[in-house]
């Protein structure tokens, strides 16, 4: 199964339920933002199979660490996962509490002035805040 791999790949068992998870995270043509709650309704509703929330926030942390997740915090107890994870920017509707990707076209040059010895830029991700 092609999910296989990457459950190994983060250093997870491939159980039946974890490759459930794997099913309803990858096999959307569409990405999609999530918060764990919402991605156990998600599950529920798509497969008729109860799955821990424990077990969901593990696996996601897991895909996260390794890069098959992005995590966009919003606010100090607001996290939000994609499953598109190149670099793109987003839009976050405060009253829908909602994510909206934003293109890199769409976002004009950033020039970061200040440098941090011994690091650098790896990538600049925009979150624009919305509210009516």
Do not use: W
């Not at 092609?2 to 250093?11: D, Q």
């Not at 490759?19 to 156990?40: A, P």
């Not at 829908?96 to 690091?119: F, S």
Request: charged share 30%; net charge positive.
């Amino acid at each position: 199964m092609k999910y296989i791999e990457k459950l190994r790949n983060s250093g997870l068992r491939p159980t039946k339920q974890r490759l459930q998870i794997c099913e309803v995270l990858f096999n959307s043509e569409k990405t999609f933002h999530f918060t764990i709650n919402e991605l156990d309704q998600k599950i529920k509703k798509q497969i008729n199979d109860k799955i821990s929330l424990a077990t969901i926030y593990n696996t996601v942390h897991a895909f996260e660490k390794k890069g098959y997740l992005k995590q966009i915090p919003i606010n100090s107890n607001q996290t939000y996962f994609d499953t598109n994870i190149s670099d793109h920017h987003h839009f976050y509707d405060l009253k829908e509490e909602k994510l909206i990707d934003l293109e890199n076209a769409d976002v004009g040059p950033i020039n970061i002035l200040k440098k941090i010895n011994g690091k650098r830029i790896k990538s600049v991700e925009v979150l624009v805040k919305l509210e009516d």
